[in-house]
């Protein structure tokens, strides 16, 4: 494992030698997405969800892992290897999930352990110091909105290649999904059970750097499927709660005008409110304890910028917010090009990342608005939960 103090040259290095040769500019595109519904068996899903994105998952297995098996001068196979020592506290952790990536791989005609390993990313990003810009999130709800509804959201910043997916899930548990596939390695989702109200799930990228790192706990993106599964949302904050993490923070809010954001770090946890009905997320950490040790933003202080940019364009509007007025806000270029809508910067040192789309949800109303794309230049399409059968 290299050392922070290493990672500023080797990632420089990474984005000249490796990184740009494999970017492609993406175009703005209002096509509409295609709905891939997803039922059945955990097993079943996974085949399904594995035939419908074949291409979209071996593109992600050969960019993302093999980029950063090239950044550490190992095989792919010694990446996949490294990540697969954690399938057996994963099979004890989620077992239902790992059955979805049995069968994903059975209809991919992909191997097992590669999708594994791509479930394994950020873990091995971060544990091979190789991480991109990304995400910034709100939640807002009661007084704060025109018409007292929530609305969450976020603007997905990644690596630029990697391609959107709408999945329509319907889960053994009841739980079903709209969710927003990014290459087969992670989902944005709004997420309903007939016995509770919906809630939306919104992630950001933050990373704490503590004495001790060890490769060993459960893949931060099968926590959060374990999360977007639960019938209701404070099931799916128990979840949270009860994981082992230094990895990622999160932002629920359901129909009842419930918001409630959770950091984790070192480990353990920290629970957050909104303040005015409003929670703004970008990727470093807020928690106080944690600040200390947070890596992360080290090297991507426009962080800050975005967190304080998106909370002083809600505020402006304090009140009247609707999905139509967050459109335009999560469009915004200010200290462009690492704004609330980011795009690749040229003369950056670290890897490439821009917003790849976003996605504006309205849990009541079981609505999704999704950009596929930059939403400066991309228009928003409504997405209803039986849009399917439209």
Known sequence: MYTIGETIGIIGAIFCLILLPVFVAQSASAERLKIIPLK??????????????????KRSIDQELGGIARFVSKDKKELTAMSNKLIPVANRYDPEFMQVLKGMADGSGLFFEDLFALRSLLELMFYCNKL?????????????????????????????????SLLRITWPNGVEQLSLSLGGIWEYPLSSHPSSPPFGLASNLAVSMTETQNLEQVPISIVMSRASRQKRLERALSVFVNSQQNIAGFILANAEQEIVGIELAANTYEVLFPEKDVMVRANHYLTPRFKDMDFFSRYWPDSYLRNNRLKRLIEKDWGKITPQLMMKKLSDHNNYPKSLCTHVDSESVFAPSQTLASVIMVPEKKIMYIANGNPCETPYLEYRFDSHLQ
């Open 132 to 164: 991109p810009a990304m995400c910034t999130s709100f939640a807002v709800t009661a007084d704060a909105t025109e018409d007292g509804s929530t609305i969450i959201g976020q603007n997905i910043d990644w690596q630029p290649g990697n391609g959107m």
């Open 40 to 57: 059945g068996t955990y097993f079943e899903i996974g085949r399904s969800w594995g035939k419908a994105l074949k291409t979209d998952l």
